[in-house]
């Protein structure tokens, strides 16, 4: 099969849905298939064309009929250009199934090419009606129109946990049935087998992910700072629009030089840091899976993190973590006292964490997801027929 994933953001950004598509790419190319990816052309300064780490990379300007004057005459002006354009692309390629990770304007195209070459579209749920930092289906009435419509012509539904895709049902007011299933997402083991050597001084708490308000890093600068735990830092990895504000925050809070600000990370560098901390903490208000709890328990750490969508699908409370109310400061500060001041505990925690984390392997994942492209081809039409 050769699959085409548009992934509503790829390499250079970093995170959870860039890992997962570049990931799930590498293991379909490892299986004897075909992957090539599809994203927005953001910023304008990125090629249109690449190839990363042996994948396919095609950037094109997905615009949208939406948001101000400027976008919505630059719509018009190239919309019909953008659309020949890719599906010029999925020709070449010969695709079979269309693939769309976490839905933004990616999942607009992904549709068009659907209408215009009959080829089955499956749709994965990322958590982008809570997670999305831009709050765009709060905000926006055409996309939340749009992703009514994908829904309606997607031929399967799958999303990153249960929660995720319950979520999904509501909102959009009817079960999926047969069409829908629940995916997790995965992790490469290896990256957290060997020990990684880090400059840090002082043993450290680990917090990573996108300085947005949904990860509620605030509230964990504020628990830090309540909890009375002096001889352990705390190091916030990661960018995003609160960055700023955090730093503000730390400062005001007296926590200069016991929190660590080391802004985007690269992959070693992250790795490294999920193997030298003492245990790993998400505070998140909303959070569909969070893939970081997985590479903490991958590389043997105790996990703190808040009861909030498919985080207890991952982290069993007592096993491999911890779990506490979201948004509760108080219930976050005494488990960070509890996990600093109880190495066994840690040590148990992590232990079960690393045997719990092999159960969600690349290989697994992806598997999952060729059953789910082998049920919407229907078994009926030969590779590469389509387009």
């Known amino acids: ?31 004897g298939h075909e992957a090539i990816i ?7 300064s990125l090629p249109t064309f690449e190839e990363v780490d042996g994948i396919p990379v095609y950037r ?49 195209y992904a549709m068009l090419a659907k209408q215009a070459l ?3 579209l499956v749709v994965t749920a990322q958590g982008e009606l809570t997670m999305d930092a831009s709050r765009i289906y709060q905000r926006s009435e055409f996309m939340r129109r749009t992703l009514r419509q994908i829904l309606d012509a997607a031929d399967a539904v799958t999303a990153c946990s249960a929660a995720t ?35 840090e001084e002082r043993p450290f708490i680990l917090g990573i992910g996108r300085m947005v308000p949904q990860k509620g890093f605030d509230l964990l600068l504020e628990a830090y700072g309540r909890s009375g735990v002096l001889d352990v830092n705390l190091v916030l990895a990661g960018e995003g629009q609160e960055l700023a504000v955090l730093k503000a925050q730390a ?25 030298n901390c003492e245990f790993f903490v998400l505070p998140s208000r909303h959070e569909p899976f969070g893939i970081v709890n997985l590479e903490a328990m991958a590389a043997g750490k105790a996990v703190l993190a808040t009861r909030v969508g498919g985080v207890p699908e991952v982290v069993l409370d007592g096993e491999t973590g911890i779990l506490v109310p979201p948004e509760d400061v108080d219930a976050l ?21 690393r045997e719990r984390a092999k159960l969600f392997s690349w290989e697994a994942v992806t598997e999952r997801y060729l059953e789910v492209y082998r049920k919407v081809l229907g078994g009926e039409r030969e590779s590469g027929s389509v387009g």
């Open 1 to 31: 099969m050769t699959i085409a994933i548009f992934a509503s953001a790829f390499h250079p950004h970093v995170g959870g849905v860039e890992e997962l598509c570049r990931q799930l790419s590498l293991e379909l190319m490892r299986s």
């Open 38 to 44: 599809l994203t927005n052309r953001w910023p304008r």
């Open 60 to 108: 094109l300007p997905m615009r949208v009929p939406d948001g101000s004057v400027k976008a919505q005459v630059s719509y018009r002006l190239t919309h019909r250009q953008i659309v020949r354009q890719m599906l010029r692309i999925l020709r070449r390629h010969r695709v079979d199934v269309l693939h769309v990770q976490c839905v933004s304007s990616n999942g607009l």
């Open 118 to 120: 009959g080829i089955p």
């Open 165 to 199: 895709l319950q979520e999904l049902e509501d909102w959009y007011g009817t079960p999926f049935g047969h069409r829908g299933s629940v995916i997790y997402n995965g992790i490469r083991q290896t990256d957290f087998e060997e020990d990684q050597p880090l400059l």
């Open 251 to 275: 400062a005001k809070s007296g926590l200069n030089g016991r929190v660590v600000f080391p802004g985007k990370t690269d992959r070693r560098t992250t790795t490294a840091l999920f193997r």
């Open 333 to 353: 500060a005494e488990g960070i006292r509890r996990l600093a001041g109880d190495a066994a505990l840690r040590e148990r925690l992590g232990s079960a964490g």
